[in-house]
């Protein structure tokens, strides 16, 4: 594993000139005389030499004679750890800090990376920390011995609390037997799993399970998108009708692996086209991870500015469509080593990367990063043993409702027969990968999401519309998704918690459609939102003898508790009235305000009459003709809705419109 594995000859930390030159009651290479003298020389040869087992022998006859001999009592355990020796080395080790224990502060180094070897990871971090305490001039090897005492800590604390990790294989209709199959990618509802698929080790293809009746379908390739070179780490939209995806070399591009877009129109994915610089460059681009609103690009690089090897890099859809220049995830998330296969959440909060970076069991590590408030990102956390082990785990992707995490592997022959009875490190591969899921332990899951899936219509004919969807967040009065249903007049989109939401659809010659979604109150978010929505027509688009639409509800408006004062997040749904009234000059509207059945129907009635009115006044103002408008409250006569739960009282009251002619 990459937190033990020995950087170099251990020998050399050990030829250096003793650190400390107090007075001493031992021998060293500086005051040996005589036969002994002799002797060392002949052991250094042998060990200048690489034989080690002669050097040994040699070392041994000199402590025979001289067990004070600090030098050799060094050599000796060093040798032993060249050979694999460890119990002898750490024992050798531990002689020499009971001769002096500050003759060379790099025993404690040593001897802890020694203790890594014998998996006695508590007294390796107390070695590496008694090492950080006492070295003061070698920086480089401090910064490693801090690494590997956070990782021995790590590591003992991972073994004595294990994770909950029961993986399930996905099954042969999506692992074969001849073939790798590995990074995994999911839509928004759990129907759709997308993954890549490698043939004969020269190609990487696309291939897509649909689950049916709580079971995966057999695999299909996709057809459209594959080659018959390399393309593969793939992230998948919340609706599954967009991808990016990496391609090395079976389409052109601008370096050695880029970055590449597809999306499903009229029912069949696009051609493949390179998603351009500034998000590619002549270097190397891979793993790709769209957020769930498609408005952010997490990807890896290794680009002139980075942190390490390979780093994790952000870029953001701007209003034109472009990509914006991409931003380092900063030395929070990316390390002087490699850092790959990020995977953000629909949460748009939680992100899942690999790390050989970072503290961790050994090899490549999973772990995750939640956004601050300021937006920068937390403190990555270790997923864990026995999700980590000593060896290199692979991409980690987690389902909308934070449950279920998808992963490959090619420990699976031995996590299928040993997970029950050895849920420890130390896995080791056993043949292909192939694609499993687990249950993800609480502490490590997203923020809840849930999602929103829609299909627009014309109210009279039925047919679906391709019409424009905005989903405004209310606490910030920011777009969080702006885009157009499909041909099938369908979207889908994730909403995290947290927020409340506003919906606005809507079509040329239609009335607009609005809904509110309240999620920072208490929401099941097993339970998605779906609508059926028709869009009303505007009169003058209306059969003959239609004089006035339906009344339509603005979800939107918000008044203060038992007030007709207009609430600041009113306004964005307003200002889509006043531009509807703009846009279509000759129409005519009224207002109309209802309440709940709480209070006199005296005192309803003005309450509705006045909000019906606080939005008139809001429209004449904004500078429409208040001859085209007129307003009415009508207090608690008109329920659409039962009165005798909160939530229908909520319903009951409402602000609505109407066109009239």
């Known amino acids: 594993m990459h937190s033990i594995r020995f950087i170099g000859s251990l020998l050399v930390l050990f030829l250096f000139t003793a650190q400390f030159t107090f007075a001493q009651d031992y021998t060293t290479r500086k005051n040996v005389t005589g036969k002994l003298k002799k002797m060392y020389k002949k052991a250094m040869d042998y060990n200048n030499q690489g034989k080690n087992k002669d050097a040994i022998r040699e070392f041994e006859k ?3 004679k001289d067990p004070t001999f600090i ?3 060094i050599q000796w ?14 024992q050798g080790f531990e002689k020499v800090l009971q001769i002096d224990s500050t003759y060379n502060t790099k025993v404690f180094y040593t001897l802890a990376m020694t203790e890594m070897r014998l998996k006695k990871y508590l007294e390796a971090a107390n070695h590496f920390k008694s090492y950080q305490q006492l070295e003061t001039r070698n920086q480089t090897l401090l910064k490693k011995a801090d690494f590997y005492y956070k990782s021995s800590l790590l590591i003992h604390n991972a073994i004595n609390n294990p994770v909950p990790f ?3 294989s996905l099954g042969t209709a999506i692992n074969s037997e001849e073939h790798e199959e590995y990074l995994p990618s999911l839509t928004a509802d759990g129907q759709t799993l997308v993954f890549t698929r490698n043939l004969n080790g020269r190609n990487e293809d696309f291939y897509v399970s649909r689950k049916v009746d709580g079971q995966w379908t057999e695999s299909q390739p996709i057809k459209v998108l594959n080659t018959d070179l390399n393309e593969g780490a793939q992230s998948v939209s919340a609706d599954g009708k967009f991808i990016v995806f990496t391609d090395c070399g079976g389409r052109s591009g601008y370096g050695s692996c880029d970055i590449f877009y597809s999306e499903v129109k009229n029912g069949r994915w696009t051609k493949a086209k390179n998603l351009g610089q500034p998000v590619n460059t002549r ?3 891979s793993t790709p991870s769209i957020s769930a609103n498609r408005n952010e690009l997490y990807f890896i690089s290794d680009r002139s500015g980075g942190e390490g090897k390979t780093d994790i890099w952000v870029s953001y859809r701007q209003a034109d469509g ?14 002087p080593k490699s850092e790959s296969c990020p995977f953000i959440h629909p949460d748009g909060q939680t992100l899942y990367f690999m790390s050989e970076g970072h503290p961790g069991m050994g090899g490549v590590d999973l772990f995750y990063s939640r956004k601050q408030a300021d937006g920068s990102w937390g403190e990555p956390v270790n997923l864990g043993a026995p999700i980590n082990t000593s060896g290199d785990e692979g991409s980690l992707i987690v389902s909308l409702d934070g449950k279920t995490a998808y992963f490959a592997t090619n420990k699976g022959a031995q996590l299928e027969y040993d997970r029950k009875n050895n849920p420890q490190m130390g896995l080791e591969a056993r043949g292909n990968h192939d694609l499993y899921q687990f249950e993800l332990y609480p502490e490590a899951r997203p923020k809840s999401v849930t999602y929103v899936k829609a299909i627009v219509t014309d109210q009279l004919s039925g047919d679906p519309l391709e019409a424009q969807f905005e989903i405004i967040d209310l606490n910030t009065s920011k777009t969080f998704v702006a885009s157009i249903t499909d041909k099938d007049g369908e979207f889908l989109v994730c909403l995290p918690a947290g927020q409340d939401y506003a919906l606005n659809v809507s079509a040329e010659q239609y009335l607009f459609h609005s809904e509110n979604f309240a999620l920072t109150a208490e929401y099941d978010f097993s339970q998605p939102f779906l609508l059926d929505i028709k869009l009303q027509p505007i009169p003058t688009a209306l059969p003959d003898g239609m004089a006035e639409g339906e009344p339509i509800i603005l979800k939107n408006v918000f008044f203060a508790t038992a007030k007709a004062d207009l609430r600041p997040e009113s306004v964005t749904e307003l200002n889509r009235l006043y531009q509807l009234l703009v846009d279509n000059a000759e129409m ?3 207002v109309n305000g209802h309440t709940d059945n709480v209070g006199s129907d005296e005192d309803n009635l003005q309450l509705s009459e006045a909000r019906a009115k606080a939005v008139y006044d809001f429209l004449v103002e904004k500078g429409i003709d208040n001859a085209r408008l007129q307003y009415k409250g009508f207090g608690e006569t008109k329920p659409i809705d039962t009165n005798d739960t909160d939530a229908g009282r909520q319903r009951n009251r409402r602000t609505e419109f109407m066109v009239v002619q």
Do not use: C, V
């Not at 355990?77 to 750490?90: D, I, L, R, V």
């Open 62 to 64: 000199i402590l025979k």
């Open 71 to 73: 030098d050799a009592q």
């Open 77 to 90: 355990a060093a040798m032993h750890y060249a050979e694999k020796q460890f119990s002898a080395a750490e």
């Open 166 to 168: 029961d993986p399930i």
């Open 283 to 285: 270097g190397y681009e």
């Open 322 to 335: 472009s990509w914006s220049n991409p931003q380092n995830l900063g030395d929070q998330i990316n390390t």
């Open 588 to 590: 005519r509207i009224q």
